[in-house]
């Protein structure tokens, strides 16, 4: 018998781009990553850099591959511990997490971020392990995860440990809220966005196991959540949402739910978009001014750098995309009926990709392309813009924002 399939957030719709060593500055106390593979693409506007952050969990060390955007000087800077969700797959295959755009609103608010991920996932060190049904346990097995990097996070000077926020999206929502049974000194908050885990497969009742969680959760915590759930959410629809509230305030759990409408294709997927912003942000700031914590903004934050418009062809103008096949220009189609930010990209031998949501589609777009190709891959089109010079050069991957 096939066994059950647990699974949160498939928030990707290309390939990522490939994991390996660059950093913007130095973090005391941690190791850079190391490989072989490119570079990871680095927003250089909010320092964004990408470590192998050592953790110890029960005397046993680990290596978390942790990407941290920090406002300029040396701090110490308020903390949002960002949390992912969990793909369909192998865990190990999965992509880095970055939620560029939740991390640029909290830079520019002088917060540092720190997107961790755990145990088995990407380039990160250890089994990921999972207990079936028992989503209580799930979520405290992430938990435990998190309170490591917390452990790492407040040896470093550069973190303001009474001034914390722990954070997360699908799984990584589980997991935040089964930290608030921790207790953990310094947290002051958490936000949940469409937090939860789905079993695709078997013969349990995932949704009864997760309300019955929650509700566990919230006996053994008094911290304030905030909670993120939309109308079209494929994962956890609003019924459901509903009943993790009422299980987790039946049980002592102050939260206040946000039950928004439709967003885009999928709600799940909301926080990881640069339009989401305007759905969480106003929410979040009403929060976090209950909590003392900041929201003005102090930092300032060039755009992320993208191609410009070179004015080559209108975006929807099929015909004059160079060396695609029919099959490709459907492909081109398809991509203009996908909402921004969405990238496309090309090569000559007629190898094309497209990427939209998330973070960095561009180079998704590009990295996805080049598996097809054994001429460099160039970029046609970032949102509503043709960024194509009809030149030969490759261009080098960037990051649409």
């Known amino acids: 018998m096939k066994s059950p399939v647990l699974a949160a957030c498939l928030c990707r719709l290309t390939a990522a781009v490939t994991f390996s060593t660059l950093s913007a500055f130095a973090v005391p106390g941690v190791s850079q990553a190391a490989g072989s593979a490119p570079p990871p693409t680095l927003d250089p506007t909010v320092n964004e850099q990408v470590i192998m952050l050592p953790v110890v969990q029960n005397t046993r060390a680990f290596q978390f591959e942790t990407t941290i955007f920090r406002p300029p000087g040396n701090g110490p800077f308020p903390l ?11 865990p190990a295959d999965q992509k880095r997490d970055r939620f560029l755009a939740l991390s640029r609103e909290f830079v520019k608010r002088g917060y540092a971020v720190v997107v961790p991920m755990r145990k088995g996932f990407s380039q ?47 799984y990584g929502g589980l997991a935040t809220m089964a930290l608030g049974t921790r207790h953990y000194p310094g947290v002051q908050g958490l936000l949940n966005f469409a937090g939860g885990l789905r079993i695709d497969g078997g013969n349990c009742d995932w949704r009864d196991a997760l309300v019955a969680a929650f509700g566990n959760y919230a006996a053994s915590t008094r911290l304030p959540s905030l909670w993120f759930y939309g109308e079209n959410d494929t994962y956890f629809d609003p019924t459901l949402a509903q009943r993790l ?48 914590m900041p929201t003005e903004i102090t930092v300032a934050i060039a755009d992320t750098p993208r191609p410009p418009s070179t004015g080559y062809a209108t975006v929807d103008n099929v015909s004059a995309v160079p060396f695609l096949t029919d099959k490709g220009r459907g492909g081109y189609r398809d991509y203009l009926a996908k909402t921004t ?54 261009v080098p991957p960037v990051a649409a924002n």
Not at 80 to 90: A, Q
């Open 80 to 90: 949002l511990l960002m949390n992912h969700g969990k793909e369909r797959g192998d």
């Open 124 to 170: 990160s060190t250890g089994q990921y392990s999972e207990f079936g049904c028992n989503m209580k346990d799930n979520g405290q097995q992430q938990a435990d995860d998190v309170v490591a990097v917390l452990d790492a996070l407040v040896k470093q000077p550069w973190v303001d440990r009474e001034r914390m926020l722990v954070a997360g999206q699908s």
């Open 245 to 292: 509230q009422q299980a987790y305030q039946a049980a002592g759990g102050p939260s206040q739910l946000v039950a928004y409408g439709p967003f885009k294709s999928d709600a799940h997927g909301m926080v990881g978009s640069r339009d989401g912003v305007r759905v969480w942000w106003p929410e979040v700031e009403r929060f976090l001014k209950g909590l003392g």
């Open 341 to 394: 930010p969405r990238a496309f990209a090309l090569s000559g031998t007629g190898a094309w990709s497209w990427a939209e949501e998330g973070d960095d589609p561009a180079s998704r777009a590009l990295a996805s392309c080049q598996k097809n190709s054994k001429l460099p891959c160039q970029l046609y089109s970032i949102d509503n813009d043709v960024v194509w010079s009809g030149g030969s050069a490759t």
